[in-house]
């Protein structure tokens, strides 16, 4: 059966979101979930017959937060393998359905919360249309906010995954014009993220507890070719690894400020170009990249600290095999300077 919000219940709905939004926004773990692969990932599964193993493995991973990482949870890492190896068999009969889709899923991969987030992902990247983005996290913020709301009765369990990913799409898209003023730009991706931290929020308050909330990016992702900075000489970075990418991300985001700073400190970097910058979303690899960047590891020359040492030190742990990946945040309140070679004159 269709969900049916009246007017009322929407108002009361919208009043919960503008109380809890900012809080669990905040919360939100911006880089495990980024939303510019779900982009790509959309267009390549209108045609499932010419989606690849290693395009399913990566979308897949993404379901459980791991996108980029090869540390997949192995409940998760079993129904992946399961995917893959059916995929070809599940093209042979696939309809653009829903319902079609997450039957046939279902009953390979049964009706555990890892199998629910997994049919989930892939209903949504075969059917964006019909379907919002759901995962279990998302139906529990829906439930709790229902359940607030004094409509218990509109809650969904999980082991439909047909009835449940229908009950969050009729959810999500009857709430969505209510709350566009209170969430503002980007309405439709902040109430996705809202309703997944609000119904994860008993973890990620943990979380917050023992480490500092990770910023949103504002430069999610970098095209070379186009990139173009108004104060900036990105055209002087001559490297294209991973550090390099991080830098010019870095000045295109002073670029969106309306002054550029005489001085930075580690930390006010980190917070400028935290991860997710630029599509490096694995932790180890935005580690590195940040080390590599602040050292002359290849020639770099970006920054010049007070302390000529500390480009060193920076250089011979980007160079070690058996690098600190937390080196950089041990001296997160040493001041430096943008190498003024990067500056338009």
């Known amino acids: 059966m269709s969900l049916q919000l009246t007017d009322t219940k929407k108002k009361s709905l919208a009043a919960l ?13 911006f880089a495990k979930y980024p939303i510019e692969p779900l982009e790509v990932w959309k267009q390549q599964f209108t045609n499932p017959a010419n989606v690849e193993a290693h395009t399913l493995r990566a979308a897949l991973s993404w379901s459980c937060g791991k996108w980029q990482q090869q540390s997949i949870p192995y409940p998760y890492k079993k129904l992946h393998l399961t995917v893959v190896s059916h995929w070809k068999n599940f093209v042979e009969q696939y309809k653009p359905e ?11 991969l049964g009706k555990s919360e890892y199998a629910f987030n997994t049919i989930a992902l892939l209903t949504y990247l075969l059917c964006p249309e019909q379907v919002e983005l759901t995962d279990s996290h998302r139906v529990k913020g829906m439930n709790d906010l229902l359940t607030e709301a004094e409509s218990l009765d509109e809650c969904v369990e999980l082991d439909d995954v047909a009835a449940s990913v229908k009950r969050y799409t009729d959810f999500y898209r009857q709430l969505l014009p209510k709350i566009q003023s209170i969430l503002g730009d980007q309405a439709s991706v902040k109430l996705g993220r809202f309703l997944f931290a609000y119904g994860y929020r008993d973890v990620l308050s943990k979380v917050a507890e023992n480490s500092p909330s990770q910023p949103e990016p504002s430069i999610t992702k970098l095209d070379w070719e186009t990139a173009n900075s108004q104060r900036f000489n990105l055209h002087l970075i001559a490297e294209r690894a991973n550090a ?17 700073p005489e001085q930075l400190t580690i930390q006010d970097i980190m917070n400028l170009i935290p991860i997710g910058t630029g599509g490096i979303c694995n932790p180890g690899s935005y580690n590195y990249a940040i080390i590599a960047m602040l ?11 007070d302390d000529p040492i500390m480009t060193e030190r ?10 600190d990946m937390s080196f950089h945040k041990k001296y997160k309140d040493i001041p430096l300077i943008l190498n003024p070679k990067y500056l338009h004159n």
């Open 244 to 260: 390099d990418r991080l830098f010019a991300c870095l000045l295109l985001a002073i670029d969106n400020q309306p002054v550029t």
């Open 98 to 108: 829903p319902p079609s889709v997450s039957s046939y899923w279902t009953e390979l």
């Open 17 to 29: 979101v503008k109380t809890h939004h900012e809080l669990h926004l905040n919360r939100f773990p």
């Open 314 to 323: 920076f250089t011979q742990q980007a160079n070690k095999s058996t690098r």
């Open 295 to 305: 050292g002359k590891q290849k020639g770099r020359d970006y920054f010049l600290f």
